[in-house]
């Protein structure tokens, strides 16, 4: 009888020992490979979730603000992007979202130094600068009011109404080169005149007439709208402003005031609106109109470096100006530049002959406001006491220099952003005005002097 061998026996003393049979041993691998696959997939997930950690925009924000590359401000606008994830901007075959685009053209266009650093030193999968560039052609860029701006506007004052509520609206005309180009985003000719209202123009613009709002109590301004023109008559100007007014009040935004030049069409157009800006002098000065849809007053005033050019202008072109304490004469500047020039010392005033002769300097508010300064009014009275007989009779033109320098002073000194209270405001916002343009209107009356001649022969104040 033939014996049997033994059959090994499973050793279960040791988890480490193999099973017996080779099914048993095939299923304890399958076990072991699904565990270790299970390990590595969470492992490669807790990795992922890391590395989006990492490049998350709020993780990357004060990285940035670190080392310098982005300020206060640019670090809050970026903010509102914290949950963006950097790395799934590299995903190939999918468009960029919008939150993607407003955060690349806000870094790239605020903050230059801190988009390269990310797209080329840290490799983040930022659009190329030739991509924006191709995103900004797409903005809505049309001659008229910019529908886009003014949302964005009401936005803002939609969530930060003592910043963006209260404005001043600013109109300024530029001259511009004729020409007439081919535009291929539009598929149409752009160069001529253009008030945004779609009609065809067959004229070439000579002119860019631009609208912008600057906040009262905050750092910002921003265009809102800007028409290509030629000839652009007070009538046609008053209907643009007053379509700007409306829309901002549409939008929750209260215009204080009206800023521009002293060119005569803006002082045609204020009259038009109801001020009241180049009749009698010594008559009291309607210097505010009524809001077409509150009928609130909004203030005009002329710009105050444009004006201060205008009366060094004025006093270099118009001497002598006869009045009651003597004559405002410009040639006691003269005699001050040649007396410093002369002895080789400045008394304390910075008078050069880039002062005096200023018509290849006349876009430099600087000079005009060096000009008329108290230091120079102080340096004539100081050469008259001195003896020095060129300026015996200067007493009439150092007071006007003094009241020049005591507007502009104020003018300068002026800080809405300390003012906090909405009626405090109005009361603040009236009373400045009233002050600033009893000094800016009687420079636009003292410029039509020549149509008025004294019997003297001089032109009187």
């Not at 003094?402 to 507007?407: G, H, K, M, Y």
Request: proline share 4%; aromatic share 8%.
């Amino acid at each position: 009888m033939a014996t049997s061998s033994p059959q090994p026996q499973p050793n279960d003393d040791h988890g480490y020992a193999l099973p017996a049979s080779p099914i048993a041993l095939k299923t304890r691998l399958n076990e072991a490979l699904a565990r270790v696959e299970r390990l590595e997939r969470e492992k490669k997930n807790s990795m992922a979730r890391e590395k989006r950690a990492k490049t998350t925009v709020k993780s990357l924000l004060g990285d940035l603000r670190e080392k310098n590359l982005i300020n206060e401000e640019l670090k809050e606008k970026l903010e509102f992007y914290s949950d963006l994830q950097i790395d799934l901007m590299a995903k190939q075959g999918h468009e960029y979202t919008k939150d993607y685009r407003e955060f690349a053209l806000t870094l790239h266009l605020h903050g230059p130094k801190a988009y390269k650093y990310l797209r080329e030193t840290r490799h983040f999968p930022l659009p190329h600068p030739h991509t924006i560039q191709r995103w900004l052609r797409s903005v809505d860029a049309k001659p008229g009011l910019n529908k886009m701006m003014l949302d964005m506007l009401e936005r803002r004052c939609q969530g930060d109404q003592a910043k963006y509520g209260c404005v001043s609206l600013m109109l300024d005309a530029m001259s511009i080169r004729k020409h007439v180009q081919y535009n291929p985003h539009t598929q149409s000719m752009s160069g001529f005149v253009d008030m945004g209202d779609g009609n065809s123009e067959t004229e070439v613009a000579t002119e860019a007439l631009v609208f912008m709002v600057v906040g009262l109590q905050g750092h910002w301004k921003t265009p809102i709208a800007y028409f290509l023109t030629k000839s652009l008559s007070p009538e046609t100007q008053r209907v643009l402003l007053s379509h700007a007014l409306e829309e901002l009040h549409a939008r929750g935004i209260r215009v204080v005031c009206v800023t521009m030049d002293g060119h005569a069409s803006n002082v045609s157009m204020c009259n038009q609106l109801g001020c009241e800006l180049k009749g009698d002098p010594r008559e009291p000065l309607q210097t505010s109109f009524s809001h077409p849809v509150t009928g609130e007053k909004v203030f005009v005033m002329m710009d105050a470096c444009h004006m201060l050019k205008l009366a060094r202008n004025m006093l270099q072109a118009y001497s002598p100006i006869a009045t009651t304490t003597g004559q405002i004469n410009w040639r006691y500047i003269n005699h001050l530049n040649d007396v410093q020039k002369k002895d080789g010392l400045h008394a304390a005033n910075k008078i050069t002959d880039k002062h005096v002769y200023f018509e290849n300097h006349k876009m430099r508010v600087s000079l005009a406001a060096q000009t008329l300064s108290c230091s120079v009014s102080v340096t004539l009275r100081t050469m008259r006491d001195l003896g020095y007989s060129q300026f015996k009779d200067c007493e009439a033109t150092a007071q006007f220099i003094e009241v020049q320098d005591a507007f502009k002073w104020y003018v300068l000194h002026i800080n809405f952003m300390q003012v906090s209270e909405r009626w405090y405001v109005t009361m603040y916002v009236d009373m400045m005005f009233s002050c600033l343009n009893v000094f800016f209107y009687a420079v636009l009356f003292l410029l039509e002097l020549p149509c008025i001649q004294c019997v003297s022969g001089t032109r009187c104040f």
